[in-house]
């Protein structure tokens, strides 16, 4: 068994699945409380209700961010998968109310950055984000049959990208 540690989840692979396992960091969300109570209680009371009612990614040291960003990324992808079942995507078979997900095991991609990037930005028609984390790196990918399928879809940036040239990515993108 093999465990890789990401920003939100702690990954542990085993022959023929992977677990996805949501991070929570409640050390860091009471000290990102406290330093929000510390600067500006008016801009605490804000920082208040967004993290009850509002979009968490706005603040880097959001407590919700580091309460629930694994939560939200496992769930994203299970129902990402669940709802369009993409070619492109490593299959998610189950998740427990997002604090653990199950997915398909595939073979890592050993494709170098070098070679990997230009060719998924030319397939793409460039429509991936400058600096995104999915498309940045082929540790994000696996090999099914010499096709290239996506890992970390989590992203709702890349979700539509994935969409679009899902099925071409699949068919046109051999690793042999």
């Known amino acids: 068994m093999e465990v890789v540690e990401g920003k939100t ?20 969300a009471i000290s990102n409380f406290r330093f929000w109570w510390k600067l500006d209680k008016r801009k605490f009371i804000m920082i208040v209700k967004e993290f009850v009612w509002g979009d968490y990614y706005n603040y880097n040291f959001h407590p919700k961010t580091n309460l629930f960003a694994g939560i939200r990324a496992n769930l994203l992808e299970f129902i ?6 993409n070619v492109f ?3 998610t078979y189950f998740t427990f109310f997002g604090l653990i997900n199950i997915q398909k095991k595939g073979l890592a991609c050993e494709i170098s950055v070098e070679e990997f990037k ?8 460039n429509e991936i984000p400058f600096k995104d984390h999915t498309f940045d790196s082929p540790s994000n990918f696996t090999v099914n049959n010499g096709h ?14 994935i969409l679009k040239y899902g099925k071409k990515l ?6 042999l």
């Open 9 to 28: 989840r702690k990954v542990y692979v085993f022959d023929k699945i992977v677990v996805k396992i949501a991070m929570i960091y409640w050390k860091a």
């Open 118 to 125: 230009p060719r998924m930005h030319q397939l793409t028609n």
């Open 148 to 161: 290239l399928q996506c890992i970390d879809y989590a992203d709702p940036i890349i979700q539509p990208i």
């Open 89 to 91: 995507c490593q299959p």
């Open 170 to 175: 699949y068919n046109e993108f051999i690793v």
């Open 80 to 85: 990402f998968y669940l709802r369009y079942r």
